[in-house]
């Protein structure tokens, strides 16, 4: 049995991977994962190296937002399994070390949610205030605020001629911060799942949860400058952090939809008022054309670059990111930013140093560790997800955009490129389940599964495995400054990280030509080594350990296709 490390910052050496239940494991035939599911994978996930696991939303739900629409925080959806399942889970997963984060979704409920079924109709119900109500403006919508998931972010309520706010799908309400008898339900919720022993909590959209009360329309966006980063967000989350995640102690992440570094310097500040670490979205619009998530537009190196620069640089000292590509509402990075066909491979790696050896906590989503692509889905029958199909419909019936032209923008785009069911093995529906998947199988299963991976000294798991462990014997990861080595240069990601005794060099191609570039005179490459590489396998460390072999690292370097190298330099 493995003892947990109860360093109070153990989130800081630390790997989170994240499991979306539903296309994560089924240990039946249903098509869908569950609990169990997870429980089978565990010794997998250990063999990976992670310290936690970040459970997506398990609480019952009628599933319109595959459970971030919750119907009842105490309860686990029987589809998941029972709360005698989740009980084992957190007992298994600890035996192995792996601590557990749940996801909580408090900015709003599902409206089949017992609050929002008193409240509806009855502005007299003892829980009308736990969301937002407001009369109609000039007998139309109180404002022009617009959902995330597209159209009007109001919905009427026949019974009494008010409308509710939903941020995001119409069966998601948003719930009322200003009423202190919805925080106390939040700390109640919360201080329920920490008492059983839950490590950590991922906040879902939870900069979202405070709102401008005048409710003004916005006449130059859709919004979300009236609620991103609100009025009393802060208060709120110290609010809650001092009843809660102080004396419990427990890791938090919270989603910041939309935010700024200083919001997030406040969010994840060291004195640990708010949050231990937060998650910022601006490094994956770099492929959004001016903004707009609904195009395809390649992605712009030199704008993703400075994104990172800007955190990195911003963070280092005052506060904490995540650092991630991937979750269950983005596309497969290998497909996004690499090459999923030829170089699949050495671009999954290459991807992976680059993220991984910055100062932050780094998050895999299951199925990066083995280079999980985008399904290529050709119809529009294949999508299941409410945003995408919500965007299919405005789009295409009520914009100019073409049938076949929005297929190819959710081939890219749709949050169910990364939903589709684990790869586990070569058997029928991946090994993912015995019964017919809720959404499909990706046609390349034969190929990249995690089997054939676990096989393969030179797979992606095992590259994984060691940016995990370098994590926790490098120090320099996890203090070190932060410099872009070149930041105008077209083709090559390069930056150093030094701390008083080490420098460390993250060298990245991210295109598939090879290039050369020369290593800056401050560096001592005389005292350098190579820790990991994604050519070469066996020059390099990979099974050797820090400390091993070294080979001689030259000032002028050249970068083979989406070639990556990490390069330490110890005084
Ligand atoms: C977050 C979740 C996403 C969900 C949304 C509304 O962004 O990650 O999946 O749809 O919040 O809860």
């Given at each position: 049995?493995?003892?947990?490390i109860?360093?109070?910052e153990?989130w800081?050496k630390a ?6 239940p539903?296309?994560?494991c089924?240990?039946?035939n249903?098509g869908?994962?569950?609990?169990q599911g ?5 010794d997998?996930l ?5 310290d936690?696991?970040?459970?997506t ?5 009628p599933m ?5 629409d ?10 998941f399994g029972t709360?005698?399942?989740f009980?084992e889970l957190l007992k298994q997963a600890h035996?192995r070390g792996?601590?557990?984060?749940m996801?909580?979704?408090?900015n709003?409920t599902?409206?089949?949610?017992q609050w ?5 109709g009855?502005?007299?119900?003892p829980y ?11 007998g139309?919508i109180?404002n ?11 919905e009427m309520?026949e019974?009494t001629?008010?409308?509710?706010l939903?941020?995001?799908?119409k069966e998601?309400a948003?719930?009322?911060?200003e ?5 106390e339900?939040?700390k ?7 008492e059983k022993g839950?490590d950590?909590f991922?906040?879902d959209?939870i900069?979202?949860i ?12 859709d ?10 967000v802060?208060?709120y989350l ?12 427990s890791?938090?992440v919270?989603e910041?939809?939309s935010t700024?570094?200083?919001h997030?310097q406040?969010y ?8 231990s670490?937060?998650?910022n979205f ?5 492929d959004y ?5 609904w195009t395809?537009?390649?992605?712009d190196?030199?704008?993703?670059k400075?994104?990172f620069n800007h955190w ?6 005052k506060?904490?990111?995540a650092?991630?590509w ?5 596309p497969?990075?290998?497909s996004?930013?690499?090459?999923d ?7 999954a790696?290459?991807l992976?140093?680059?993220?991984h050896?910055?100062?932050g906590?780094p ?9 999980m692509t985008?399904?290529g889905?050709?119809e529009?029958?294949?999508y299941?997800?409410v ?9 295409v ?5 073409s049938h076949?032209?929005?297929?190819k923008?959710?081939?890219q785009k749709?949050?169910?490129?990364s939903r589709t ?8 529906f ?14 390349n299963?034969l ?7 676990v096989?393969?000294p ?5 590259f994984y495995?060691?940016?995990?462990q370098l994590r926790?014997?490098v120090?320099v ?5 932060y410099?872009?080595?070149f930041p ?9 990280r ?6 460390l ?6 295109y598939a030509?090879e290039v050369e570039?020369?290593l800056?005179e401050?560096?001592n490459v ?17 099974d050797k350990g ?6 001689a690292?030259s000032r ?5 296709p989406?070639e ?6 110890e005084?």
């Amino acid at each position: 049995m493995t003892t947990i490390i109860q360093d109070k910052e153990w989130w800081k050496k630390a790997t989170i991977y994240q499991i979306y239940p539903k296309s994560f494991c089924d240990s039946g035939n249903k098509g869908t994962g569950d609990i169990q599911g997870i429980i089978s994978k565990l010794d997998y996930l250990k063999l990976l190296g992670v310290d936690a696991i970040w459970l997506t939303p398990i609480y019952d739900s009628p599933m319109i937002d595959n459970g971030y629409d919750i119907a009842d925080y105490y309860t686990v959806n029987p589809d998941f399994g029972t709360m005698a399942d989740f009980d084992e889970l957190l007992k298994q997963a600890h035996q192995r070390g792996i601590r557990i984060v749940m996801d909580i979704v408090v900015n709003h409920t599902s409206t089949a949610h017992q609050w929002f079924q008193s409240a509806l109709g009855d502005v007299n119900s003892p829980y009308r205030d736990f969301y937002i109500w407001k009369d109609p403006v000039k007998g139309d919508i109180p404002n022009n605020w617009q959902s995330k998931f597209g159209g009007s972010a109001w919905e009427m309520d026949e019974k009494t001629s008010q409308y509710y706010l939903h941020l995001f799908a119409k069966e998601q309400a948003d719930l009322n911060w200003e009423n202190p008898k919805v925080r106390e339900e939040v700390k109640q919720v919360i201080s329920f799942w920490a008492e059983k022993g839950v490590d950590g909590f991922r906040l879902d959209v939870i900069n979202l949860i405070s709102k401008q009360q005048d409710y003004a329309s916005d006449d130059v966006g859709d919004g979300r400058r009236f609620y991103t980063d609100g009025p009393r967000v802060h208060e709120y989350l110290q609010e809650i952090s001092e009843a809660v995640f102080q004396k419990y102690g427990s890791v938090t992440v919270g989603e910041m939809s939309s935010t700024t570094l200083e919001h997030c310097q406040q969010y994840s500040s060291n004195d640990g008022k708010e949050l231990s670490m937060v998650f910022n979205f601006h490094h994956l619009k770099a492929d959004y054309e001016n903004g707009e998530k609904w195009t395809n537009a390649p992605f712009d190196f030199l704008q993703l670059k400075q994104i990172f620069n800007h955190w990195q640089t911003g963070l280092n000292g005052k506060g904490w990111g995540a650092l991630f590509w991937c979750n269950h509402d983005q596309p497969r990075v290998v497909s996004r930013l690499g090459n999923d066909t030829e170089y699949r491979l050495e671009s999954a790696k290459m991807l992976a140093a680059s993220v991984h050896m910055m100062q932050g906590t780094p998050y895999i989503y299951q199925g990066e560790e083995i280079g999980m692509t985008n399904p290529g889905y050709t119809e529009l029958s294949q999508y299941q997800d409410v945003e995408s199909t919500n965007m299919y419909d405005i789009m295409v019936n009520h914009q100019s955009t073409s049938h076949d032209e929005m297929i190819k923008i959710l081939a890219q785009k749709s949050r169910d490129n990364s939903r589709t069911p684990m790869q586990w093995d070569t058997s029928e529906f991946a090994g993912f389940s015995k019964g017919l998947p809720w959404l499909e199988v990706a046609k390349n299963y034969l190929d990249i599964n995690a089997n054939q991976a676990v096989d393969d000294p030179n797979s992606v798991f095992y590259f994984y495995q060691r940016l995990i462990q370098l994590r926790k014997e490098v120090d320099v990861i996890t203090s070190g400054s932060y410099v872009d080595l070149f930041p105008e240069h077209n083709a090559i990601f390069a930056y150093q990280r030094k701390s008083d005794k080490q420098t460390l060099i993250c060298l990245n191609n991210y295109y598939a030509d090879e290039v050369e570039c020369v290593l800056p005179e401050h560096l001592n490459v005389e005292g350098a080594r190579y820790l990991l590489g994604n050519y070469l396998l066996g020059d390099y460390l990979l099974d050797k350990g820090v400390g091993g072999e070294s080979s001689a690292v030259s000032r002028h370097q050249v970068l083979k296709p989406y070639e990556t190298k990490i390069i330490l330099i110890e005084s």
